[in-house]
């Protein structure tokens, strides 16, 4: 049995019982928010929409960073108004591989609006995993092409192995804690995913 970004994300949240949400940010500019969310997802979100980002690092890029664990990080940005909700919902889900280990591993969570703490105007995603598993900002390059993911530290399940004790904490290290990741087809980000209304909407975006 595989284990799902959305299998990781509530199993976190039952351990705790607490919601899967992430509150925004006091003094978030709500046009600001609506201008990042535009450039996150090419355009309004709408009733829902999906950003899809990719990055595989080659042997020349990691011989230049040796210490960096990390050797392809896909993240799925979403967002969704559902109907009995006033306020839009943001998750995510990440994926990696090592670059000296095998497996996929996953994880997942929720995200709201932040300004960054570095600058004081930059809009950024502050995104979290349930049961303190950390989490990772995302903010969206000038040209909209790529989005910047920081990492601190995340806790990731491997795919494969659906037990709870298979989690284990991804930190950020001297080379693992920025990623720029690359803007792609939805399709891309479709591979770790089991739900069928879900795929179909990755597939037909």
Known sequence: MKRTFLVVALAAAACTGAPLTVQAQEGVD?????????????????????????????ENHLAQHPKQKVSAMKLLGSAEDPPEDKATNYSFRLGVTYRHRSGNFD??????HAIAAESGREIRFECGVDC?????????????RSAIARLGRIMVWNRNKPDDDAGEALFAGADDKIFRVDR??????????????????????
């Open 30 to 58: 709500k046009a600001a928010a609506a201008a990042f969310d535009n450039r996150m997802f090419a355009g309004p979100p709408g009733a829902k929409a999906y950003a899809c980002f990719v990055r595989r690092y080659d």
């Open 132 to 144: 303190e598993g950390g989490g990772i900002t995302v903010g969206v390059s000038r040209d909209n």
């Open 184 to 205: 792609v087809d939805l399709g891309e980000c479709a591979e770790p995913v089991t739900d069928r209304k879900e795929l179909a909407a990755l597939r037909h975006k």
């Open 107 to 112: 994880s997942s969570g929720y995200c709201n």
